[in-house]
């Protein structure tokens, strides 16, 4: 092949990269742009919607998404814009705080089994397939079957069910540094194996887990999500959105803008979640 053909066949593929990679920018901002949007109601929820999110309006109840009422009204008469724009902090607070409970029991898990020999590695392993046994969602109706439903418990439980999958992860990623050249080195010059650890290992294992914990909080807004719609998390009137899901779906056939627009928020998040995720992950991968 010329040279003439080989710079040919290289433009056509770079041709047909470009309109892919346009789609993934285009994603990455929407995902950005929505991002903002969530940091902003959950810090300053007033700015976004300055009313009331428990006020009632008798008079008003039922109302359709109109100018006035841009997600309508629920059966009190409720803003639902305002009320979902207000339960963003709740749903990523839990979110966040399931997902750092998740990641710090999957640090030190999988730190035991990737650290501590072959006998606590296979302890942990067998723990673990335990858990593995149940799926995630069930493992969190476990922990609140024991200790009670509420926000706190779900967050908790939400923590615990994601947490098998973490350190799974962190004993694969420290196996593998751990066998890495300058690990090796460092034993040569006669460190301690925890002075290798904190300097050597973690640094070089924990840094993925950037790209996991923000998957995991998308995950972690809608496994907590349904469990306040199953009635197991936050209590009505709180303004959450699996707590407005949940009180929507009685007037599904008549209102459906109740549950619709919570809805809509909880798959949006996820789905930003994720397309953070993924971004990070690539630049980390080119990096």
Do not use: C, K
Not at 47 to 74: C, E, M, R, Y
Not at 264 to 283: N, P, Q
């Amino acid at each position: 092949m010329s040279d003439l053909e080989i710079q040919a066949d290289l433009g056509r593929q770079a041709r047909a990269r470009s309109p892919r990679r346009r789609r993934i920018g285009a994603a990455e901002a929407l995902a950005g742009a929505f991002a903002l949007f969530l940091i902003t109601a959950a810090f300053a929820p007033s700015l976004v919607a300055p009313g009331d999110p428990l006020a009632i309006d008798p008079l008003s109840a039922f109302q359709p998404p109109n100018l006035a009422h841009w997600f309508g009204t629920d059966e009190s008469g409720r803003d639902i814009f305002t009320r979902v724009s207000h339960g963003t902090g709740g749903s990523l607070v839990i979110g966040t705080l399931a997902t750092a409970i998740g990641l710090g029991l999957g640090i030190v898990l999988g730190t035991m089994a990737g650290m501590l020999g072959r006998v606590v590695d296979f302890t942990v392993n067998r723990f673990l397939e335990v858990l593995f046994a149940f799926p995630g969602l069930l493992l969190a109706l476990l922990v609140i079957l024991v200790f009670g439903p509420g926000a706190q418990t779900a967050t908790v439980a939400v923590g615990l069910a994601t947490a098998p999958g973490y350190a799974r992860i962190i004993r694969a990623q420290l196996i593998s540094v751990r066998s890495a050249a300058f690990v090796e080195a460092a034993t040569v010059l006669g460190r301690g194996r925890w002075q290798i650890l904190v300097r050597h290992i973690l640094p070089n294992t924990l840094a993925p887990l950037f790209v996991l914990g923000t998957l995991g909080i998308g995950q972690a807004v809608v496994w907590a999500s349904a469990l306040s719609y199953l009635g197991l998390g936050a209590a009505p009137p709180a303004a959450e959105w699996g707590a407005m899901l949940s009180a929507g779906r009685t007037y599904i056939t008549s209102a459906w803008w109740m549950a619709f627009f919570p809805g809509l928020f909880i798959v949006l998040t996820a789905v930003t979640a994720t397309s953070l995720g993924r971004a990070l992950e690539r630049r980390a991968r080119h990096a």
